[in-house]
């Protein structure tokens, strides 16, 4: 079985978030950068795969040279190969029609996208992506079995999960719970060793239209004061949630 894994490279939690030229550009300034949470889950999953079916496993990121750091940490945790699209990451359309031609040219029978990024929360590539090469899709999975090419899947559902049973080939938009946070792996110095010497392939964009463009970024408003009322003082608690809050 061949695995394809989207990894995005995206701004660590803890970072503190800016913009420049008129809030029309993040500022990438003093950023950490990480694997995004959601295809982290994703990549621990096809290391299972592999580990226990033989699957070969390639990460794939469009970015520009700076994302080759995080495939390097997909390689260390142990995926086979990686390839970078050559590309800024600007438009959802544009990064899945880069990854449907990754994954035509690549004859992948599985691939696995986390449901949405960190930083945009767009969740829309998974989808495209799979419209885009005609592979069966289940989004929302927290759970994944291959047996040859029959696929058991479990996706979250308004007040519970939902059973798919379908085949290969197929999308998944991988959250937590296709793996927990306690199998997550963390690079060892042999395999930050090894993925020194894993090949990491750089091509080049195709041509492809950018559907959506950012036109200005907006931090949340501050948070206002905290308001202090007397336990005894009822009739001002509910005045303020009231009329100031209007929570009621």
Known sequence: MKILVCISHVPDTTSKINFVNGDTEFDTNGV?????????????????FQE?????????????????????KAL?????????????????????????EVVKNGNY?????????????????????????????????????????DVKAAREIDGGKEIIASSLPMVVGGQKGIVEEKDL??????????????????????????KTKAVKFEKPAPKSAVKMVASENLDELINLLHNEAKVI
């Open 76 to 100: 260390a945790i142990g995926a086979d190969d990686a390839i970078r699209i050559n590309a800024i990451p600007t438009d959802g359309f544009f990064v899945a029609k880069q990854l449907a």
């Open 52 to 72: 226990q079916q033989g699957a070969k496993v390639t990460v794939v990121n469009v970015g520009g040279p700076d994302a080759e750091a995080t495939l390097r």
């Open 185 to 210: 792996r963390i690079p060892n110095m042999r395999g930050i060793m090894t993925a020194r010497t894993k090949p990491l392939t750089v091509v080049e964009p195709i041509t492809a239209d950018a």
């Open 32 to 48: 950490q950068y990480v694997i995004n949470p959601n295809d982290e889950f994703g990549l621990t999953r096809a290391i299972w």
């Open 109 to 149: 029978d599985l691939v696995i996208c986390g449901k949405e990024s960190l930083d945009y929360n767009g969740g829309m590539v998974p989808g495209m992506l799979a419209g885009l090469v005609n592979y069966n899709f289940v989004n929302s999975c927290t759970e994944i079995t291959v047996t040859g090419s």
